[in-house]
């Protein structure tokens, strides 16, 4: 493990020294974000997939200097890949542009959260004493788990309207207000959209095999 830390902490600092400003001036980094949005430019593109590649990998990398976080030596590797494809596949819902660095650290810490609690992997779909999705233990991180895919691919058959919330709230634990600015909806609006997947997941025939009801 630490010899593999060393080599990552080489490769990582080998990208680091190919930015315009450091990793950790995110006023810099929003301001990239900023730009490339409004000119649509490729380098400012590059820019900004390059500190966020940055940032995340920096991030894992310190997560596994401590030696109870990571099971294998891998694991931290396969964090950082999963973190930075889900900044690449959802940051067309950042509202606030001027706040893309602070967006990329909560991805992040919920992907971290998310292998934290890999044990016992539970996404509740429905509000308090209601069914909760769980599954055992996976031994790879790249393998979440059967629960997290029946629960995407029935995200992925909603109502694109509530497409987005749900992934945000179920997959990427984010707070009503967080989605709020995500997505741009009053927090009342996020409630009632969450409050609608709900009801539609739980018809759901395939995650409905994991659906465990507690004792009334």
């Given at each position: ?12 600092q ?26 649509g430019?490729?380098?400012?593109k590059?820019?900004v997939d390059?500190?966020?590649y ?8 310190s997560?596994s200097?401590?030696?109870t ?7 931290a590797d ?7 494809q889900?900044v690449q596949?959802?940051?067309d819902?950042?509202?606030?542009h ?17 292998y934290?609690?890999r044990?016992?992997?539970?996404e ?8 909760t999705l769980t599954?055992?233990a996976?031994?790879?991180v790249a393998?979440v788990?059967f ?24 997959l ?7 989605i709020s ?11 009632t959209y969450k409050h609608k ?7 759901n025939?395939?995650?409905?095999e994991?659906?465990?009801q507690?004792?009334l």
């Open positions: 493990m630490a010899e593999e830390m060393l080599n990552s902490s080489s490769t990582l080998s990208i680091v020294d190919r930015l315009p400003f450091a990793v950790d001036d995110t006023d810099a980094a929003n301001e990239a974000f900023q730009r490339w949005k409004q000119q430019k490729d380098e400012e590059r820019t390059l500190w966020t940055c940032y995340v990998s920096r991030y894992f990398l997560k200097a401590r030696k976080t990571f099971k294998n030596a891998s694991d396969e964090l950082t890949t999963r973190a930075f889900k596949q959802s940051r819902s950042v509202r606030d001027g706040r893309y660095a602070s967006w990329v650290s909560v991805i992040c810490k919920n992907v971290f959260l998310n934290l609690r044990d016992r992997y539970a509740s779909i429905q509000d308090e004493n209601g069914p599954a055992q996976r031994q790879s393998d788990g629960v997290h895919e029946a629960l995407t691919d029935a995200i992925d058959e909603l109502p694109d309207y509530l497409q987005e919330p749900a992934r945000l709230y179920f990427e634990n984010l707070g009503f207000s967080e600015e995500a997505i741009g909806k009053p927090v009342a609006t996020v409630r997947a709900v009801k539609q997941l739980r018809t025939e395939r995650l409905q994991y659906v465990h507690p004792d």
